[in-house]
Structures are given as C-alpha cells and as structure tokens.
C-alpha cells in the first residue's frame, strides 16, 4: 500500500485546513485507517482512527475540534481540522492497518504498517 498525503500549509491560529491521503496499491476500504501526527522534537502521536464502517476514535487533544471521513470507493481518506492552535503544528501521517475491529492497541504507531509521507502544519499564533 502506498500512502500519498497532501493539504497542509501554514494557518493562523483559529483557522481550518483539510488533509487528504490517498491509498494506492490495493483496496483499504476494510481496514482502520488514521491519521498520526509528530511535533518538532516530540514523539509521534495518535490523532484519530476510523473502521471501515466509519466509526472514529480521537485523541484528547483533537477531539470536538478534528473530524475523519473516508471515501472507500475512493481509497481516499481525510482530516478536516478547525479551530487550530499553535500546539497542532506537526508533520502529519495518515496510516492503514491490516486490522479490521478497532481496540486500544490501535493507538500505537506499531500497529500501522503503511504510513504516508507526512504533510506538515504550521498554525501561527
């Protein structure tokens, strides 16, 4: 599976961007896919995960203000982002699993074995 994501940019704080990945190589559409995210100088973390049935999982950090969508036709996956603050600056990742039922082990970056190339977002203050 190759992995190609693309939409970020630098922002203003409050502003929204919205991150596509697109999924090459087979179909994803039966299994979690997410979005990872890693600061300057901090380690990778979890943003959000989402089923093939579309049911999600969000990170504290991101929750209420992120949202997840998946065009399974498509192979397409994306992140709509609002409310930005400088903390979310990162480079992001979007991630397949070879898992179908989500558990809490699907937070770990291990878990995913195709990873995108990163997008990075900058959020000015």
């Known amino acids: 599976v190759q992995l190609q994501a693309s939409g970020g940019g630098l922002v203003q704080a409050g502003g929204s961007l919205r991150l596509s990945c697109a999924a090459s190589?087979?179909?994803?559409?039966?299994?979690?896919m997410g979005w990872f995210r890693q600061a300057p100088g901090k380690e990778r973390e979890f943003v959000v995960g989402?089923?093939?049935?579309?049911?999600?999982n969000f990170a504290d950090a991101v929750k209420g203000r992120f949202t997840i969508s998946r065009d399974n036709a498509k192979n397409m996956l994306y992140l709509q982002m609002n409310s930005l603050t400088p903390e979310d600056t990162a480079v992001y990742y979007c991630?397949?699993?070879?898992?179908?039922?989500?558990?809490?082990?699907?937070?770990?970056?291990?878990?995913?074995?195709?990873w995108g190339q990163g997008t990075l977002v900058t959020v000015s203050s």
């Open positions: 989402v089923r093939s049935n579309g049911r999600t």
């Open positions: 190589g087979r179909s994803v559409s039966g299994y979690i």
């Open positions: 991630v397949v699993s070879n898992g179908v039922f989500w558990s809490d082990r699907y937070i770990n970056p291990s878990e995913y074995p195709y």
